[in-house]
């Protein structure tokens, strides 16, 4: 089938880079608190190796280590000394350590960790809470990837660019350094963990690497879906996303206003067991809103009077056109249209292809369905069917400027791509709802399941 002609695909490509590396926690890992009897022994044992060097041996080595490092890391040094620091507890008694004896321990649990190395994917994209040097009739903009490194561990990264008016995207340079954010705050609760995490305000935002950091995140932070979110006292970008842990998963939120500072929380509730939640952009009448996909199926409405609990919702979509016969999921957060609220969503068909399509909801009432596209508008073409993932185009948020939708999306679960969308003719494509709406109200009302209201 013929590619739409609404859709411009961009020759712009953000690939992976093995290069791009942070140092993070090796050896023993973890707090000193979780550590095993054996752990502790090998931790001992290369204290003990190090208070071994003589002084002139200690400081050659450090030196070799920082020589062969030079210009990799931000702030080698203390990272050295922080991690040291954090081993204390998991050492037996020893003499006081000096600058270089402690700066040595703290590099022997440390390594490069290639964090992109497998993969930069799904993405998503807001306006930049800065719009210094934004081209006239376009915008800055912040594209949040999910990066895949050594042992399929998810976490979250961070490039940002130009929209022209025209639509033409822009990435702006990737900074060669990276970095992990600095644990600020924790607070345990029945449902997990609440943290915050911080950045050195003098870095590039392509160098902000959001590490897991708890348990629930252990093995991934996956799929962040950013939207900027209108508060009473300003825009707040808030994001769902997956957390892994090897085993399970759920969905967790993370919200920022600067992008240096973020606040990451568990999300509770029937609905957040699963993955694929997409927040509105602001509240519908005086409730938070939210699509979400609880039965690995369907697609539902839920409603929260304190964004972080999710119970109940019910149906508003589900699986109808041959591309969507296995599944459908949310591609991001709903965009407002004057025509109603834009929701585009992925589907799954035969041999686990998964394509892009779309679907209009009622500004008024986001439980109706309006429209919703017969056939998807984005699929993997020959030269994206190949990568980690092979027949995948997927998207976690889009963007509206002008009479367009920017559209990053991608490619083989490997590496993301562009496209722009013609918003009227895109909608002009989908095909109307009617029998299929009277049929889930019809539905609705059997369940004695009426939505509130909104404005």
């Known amino acids: 089938m013929s590619r739409p002609t609404f859709l411009n695909r961009q020759a712009l490509y953000l690939h992976p880079d093995p290069a791009r590396v942070v140092v993070r926690r090796f050896g023993p890992v973890g707090e000193p608190r979780d550590l095993q009897p054996a752990d502790k022994a090998k931790a001992n044992h290369i204290v003990d190796r190090v208070l071994s060097l003589t002084p002139k041996e200690a400081a050659s080595l450090l030196a070799e280590v920082l020589e062969n490092f030079k210009g990799r890391h931000r ?72 990066a895949v490194g050594e042992g399929h561990i998810s976490s979250l990264t961070f490039r940002s660019g130009s929209i022209a008016a025209d639509g033409s995207v822009s990435v702006d340079p990737t900074s060669r350094l990276a970095t992990i954010a600095t644990l600020h705050n924790r607070m345990a609760h029945l449902e997990g963990e609440d943290v915050e995490v911080v950045f050195a305000a003098d870095g590039d935002i392509s160098e902000r690497v959001i590490f897991p950091v708890t348990a629930s995140q252990s093995n991934g932070i996956e799929d962040a879906r950013f939207v900027a979110f209108a508060e009473d006292d300003g825009t707040v970008f808030r994001a769902t996303y997956t957390a892994y842990d090897g085993k399970a998963i759920r969905s967790e939120l993370i919200e920022t206003r600067d992008f240096l500072s973020f606040r990451m929380s568990p999300l509770r509730g029937s609905a957040a067991v699963n993955k694929g939640m997409a927040l509105f952009p602001r509240k519908l009448g005086g409730r938070y809103a939210m699509i979400s996909r609880q039965d690995n199926e369907n697609l539902y409405l839920i409603y929260s009077d304190d964004l972080l609990t999710w119970n109940g919702g019910m149906p508003i979509l ?13 591609c991001g957060s709903p965009i407002e249209l004057d025509e109603g609220w834009l929701l585009l969503i992925h589907g799954v068909g035969p041999v686990r292809r998964y394509t892009i399509g779309a679907v209009l909801l009622d500004k008024a009432d986001p439980s109706k369905v309006l429209a919703r596209s017969r056939e998807p508008f984005v699929r993997p073409e020959p030269s994206e069917r190949e990568g980690y993932v092979p027949n995948v185009v997927y ?25 722009t969308v013609k918003t009227a003719a895109l909608l002009q494509s989908m095909e109307l709802c009617d029998t299929f709406q009277t049929a889930m109200e019809q539905a609705r009302l059997a369940n004695g399941d009426k939505p509130p209201r909104v404005s």
């Not at 589900?318 to 949310?330: A, C, L, M, S, Y």
């Not at 998207?395 to 496209?419: E, N």
């Open 395 to 419: 998207t976690c948020g889009a963007m509206r400027q002008g009479d367009m939708i920017i559209l990053p999306y991608a490619v083989s679960d490997t590496f993301c791509q562009f496209a």
């Open 75 to 146: 702030n080698l040094l203390e990272r050295f000394e922080a991690r040291a620091d954090e081993m204390e507890g998991a050492f037996a008694s020893h003499h006081l350590f000096t600058e270089v004896q402690r700066r040595l321990v703290g590099s022997c649990f440390l390594h490069e960790y290639s964090f992109e190395a497998a993969a930069l994917f799904n993405p998503s994209i807001v306006a930049h809470p800065d719009q210094s040097g934004a081209p006239v009739g376009g915008q800055r903009f912040v594209l949040s990837v999910r």
């Open 318 to 330: 589900k699986p109808r056109f041959p591309w969507e016969f296995v599944q459908i999921g949310t």
